[in-house]
């Protein structure tokens, strides 16, 4: 597994990493929200209990790209931390779709890589690694033009984590393996905010990245 003895591991990212998290941090059991982040913290902390790991869940619900990058020294930098997440970009790619004529909202394509870029440049001499987890949205159709958008701002992250030699979790690819068996209203009202099943299984996404290891202590 990556994440070594005392590493502090931050969650960066919207509504569906914040998920209720405590203010001004979601650190520590009851305050890192009902989501993915949630069962992260479990179970490094159940399957390493011995590294002493110590996560951080810093989503804010509504964020975009945009305003990822404002809060980024704040939110991320000063937590001094060893690991990064960053799981960004569907509300880049709503706003467009319910919100149209809010342009000043809109984040497109160009400006959502170069809000990346400048994150990711910002945050590599720092740290010991990151993880892109792409944006994902529950419906398993591709013709659907939200899909089509959210899977072009997905192939941004997917290149960028090539580029840069960083971690990739591809969290529309988990999801549409369980949508070949659940229709996404099983999972999800609005496509964007998953169910407890979501969750776990944006959770295991993101912790094979990082090389967990699921039969350790076994």
């Known amino acids: 597994m990556r994440i070594e003895t005392n590493d502090v591991l931050v969650l960066q990212g919207d509504s569906t990493t914040d998920c209720g998290r405590a203010r001004p941090y979601g650190e520590g059991w009851g305050s890192l929200g009902n989501g993915y982040a949630q069962n992260v913290g479990a179970l490094l902390d159940g399957v390493y209990p011995e590294r002493h790991i110590r996560v951080i869940n810093m989503g804010v619900s509504g964020n975009t790209s945009r305003d990822l990058r404002a809060r980024w020294e704040e939110d991320t930098m000063a937590l001094k931390p060893n690991w990064v997440t960053i799981m960004i970009g569907i509300n880049d790619i709503w706003r467009q779709y319910d919100r149209p004529l809010h342009k000043e909202q809109h984040v497109y394509?160009?400006?959502?890589?170069?809000?990346?870029?400048?994150?990711?440049?910002?945050?590599?001499?720092?740290?010991k690694g990151l993880v892109l987890m792409t944006p994902f949205y529950m419906e398993q159709y591709r013709k659907d033009a939200m899909r089509a958008s959210t899977d072009q701002y997905g192939a941004v992250v997917k290149r960028l984590s090539e580029e840069?030699?960083?971690?990739?979790?591809?969290?529309?690819?988990?999801m549409d393996v369980y949508f070949q068996q659940y229709d996404p209203i099983s999972m999800s009202w609005d496509r964007v905010h998953p169910n407890h099943v979501g969750s776990m299984i944006l959770t295991r996404c993101l912790l094979e990245a990082l090389e967990f290891d699921w039969r350790k202590g076994l």
């Open 164 to 174: 840069y030699g960083v971690l990739l979790a591809d969290t529309q690819a988990a």
């Open 109 to 127: 394509v160009d400006e959502y890589e170069a809000n990346l870029r400048a994150i990711i440049e910002r945050t590599l001499p720092d740290v």
